[in-house]
Nanobody, 119 residues
């Protein structure tokens, strides 16, 4: 049983910054990938960024590349999403997810944190 908890969301003006955190607790597993997804009102789930806790390798959606940075703190079982140059279209509920490095699906999800960017 792996539990994920996101924090750090809020309301910011366009061009501002936020830093999201996701902490994993409970029974964790080896070769873990952790990722960020988001879902805007009336829209489907969108991949944002991923990091391997084993290798540090990262991957980003084209829409956020160059603006967002995902990082890890393995000692704390925590990942971060630094979001800079925020745009109104970044407004969404942001979710943290975890999977085995060699799997395609994400069995573990956090509750989500709201990010709202005003124009």
């Amino acid at each position: 049983q792996v539990q994920l908890g996101e924090s750090g969301g809020g309301l910011v003006q366009a061009g501002g910054s936020l830093r999201l955190s996701c902490a994993a607790s409970g029974r964790t597993f080896n070769n873990i990938d952790m990722a960020w997804f988001r879902q805007a009102p009336g829209k489907g789930r969108e991949f944002v960024a991923r990091i391997s806790l084993t290798t540090g390798s990262t991957d980003y959606a084209s829409s956020v590349k160059g603006r967002f940075t995902v990082s890890r703190d393995n000692a704390k079982n925590t990942v971060y999403l630094q979001m800079n140059s925020l745009k109104p279209e970044d407004t969404a509920v942001y979710y943290c997810a975890a999977r085995n490095r060699f799997n395609a699906v994400y069995p573990y999800w956090g509750q989500g944190t709201q990010v709202t960017v005003s124009s």
